[in-house]
């Protein structure tokens, strides 16, 4: 028995081994029993995949289909939103890379939305998003970019728009905006750098630097790390998702700031199990397991009936990196 699965009071690994979702079953067996696995190309073409890309515009985006599209400030705005979700996908599930000319297209649309001083813009409208910016920027990493000179800009803007104390926030609310139509199609609000930072957006931000392997070893990522560590459990200073049980509502793949993606990048910034927030995040997990060896967890989208399976899988590779 592996260090990490002491950690737990049920074996995880044979619902996820022999789950019929055959990208967790892969998962499973490559990160977490370390099995020699083909390359994930093997997933890329499940009838999952096909569905999703079948979906994708000449351009490469997906177009938004919700019910605010009759309302949105621009359908590109929300096209964008939607083509970074279903990127989200691609990536986090099915291991898709550049390698595949679907997220090659979906790449060069996102980084078509990519301003001169480096962020990504348009969800918010004229507003900047570091939020946003960085959670492109984390897929598009993934998917085999980090050397790309786009990311790098990328990078410099994110290290630009910090809080004084380390940590990220949305700008417009550092200056008392709200986030509406007439001021999210206005002029760009510099941020009040003076103000803290936000757990919710630094919780994104640093998933980006963590999927970066020479930015992950920066002290900016260090110093934000404890930052974001520091707030576990507690409200955001902001009123977007600003109370604390949010933290507590999951995703996958990793969408908001949770206590599971905050572990995520703290594990793969190599902090200290230790540390008495940290340790407090994990027991809160490892209490949560069922059984059946699987997490039951407060989900935001219910729509995969595989989530609690994927939420399992991430908490296994989380607990696995920390004690390992």
């Known amino acids: ?34 099995d020699a696995v083909p390359s994930a190309r093997s997933l890329w073409e499940l009838n999952e995949v096909k569905t999703l890309l079948r979906k994708q515009k000449d351009d490469g985006s997906w177009r938004y289909r919700g019910a605010r599209r009759a309302h949105a400030r621009s359908g590109d705005d929300y096209d964008q939103l939607e083509t970074y979700r279903i990127v989200g996908q691609l990536v986090e599930k099915f291991g898709m890379t550049r390698d595949h000319s679907a997220v090659r297209r979906a790449a060069e649309y996102l980084v078509l939305h990519q301003t001169d001083e480096g962020d990504f813009r348009g969800i918010y409208g004229t507003q900047y998003s570091p939020n946003y910016s960085a959670g492109i920027m984390e897929l598009l990493i993934k998917a085999g970019y980090a050397r790309d000179q786009r990311i790098a800009r990328g990078f410099e803007w994110l290290l630009d728009v910090r809080q004084r104390d380390g940590g990220w926030a949305i700008p417009l609310r550092t200056v008392g905006a709200k986030l509406n139509p007439p001021t999210m199609n206005g002029a760009t609000a510099q941020p009040d750098r003076s103000k803290p930072f936000s757990h919710l957006v630094t919780g994104v931000v640093l998933r980006a630097f963590a999927a970066h392997e020479q930015y992950r070893a920066s002290l900016a990522a260090r110093n934000a790390g404890a930052l974001l560590a520091s707030r576990l459990f507690r409200r955001d200073v902001y009123p977007d998702r600003g109370a604390a049980d949010f933290w507590t509502k999951f995703s996958y793949p990793f969408w908001f700031t949770d206590i599971l993606s905050s572990l995520d990048s703290l594990s793969r910034l190599r902090f200290d199990r230790e540390d008495a927030a940290i340790n407090q995040a994990l027991d809160w997990l490892v209490a949560r397991q069922r059984p059946n060896g699987v997490w039951e967890l407060q989900m935001l989208k219910t729509a995969d009936k595989a989530l609690p399976l994927w939420l399992s899988l991430a908490t296994c590779r989380v607990v696995k990196r920390f004690y390992v």
Do not use: C, G, K
């Open 1 to 34: 028995m592996q260090a990490w699965h002491r950690r737990l009071v049920f074996d995880p690994v044979p619902p996820l081994v022999e789950a019929e979702n055959a990208a967790i079953s892969y998962f499973a067996r490559r990160d977490l029993l370390d």
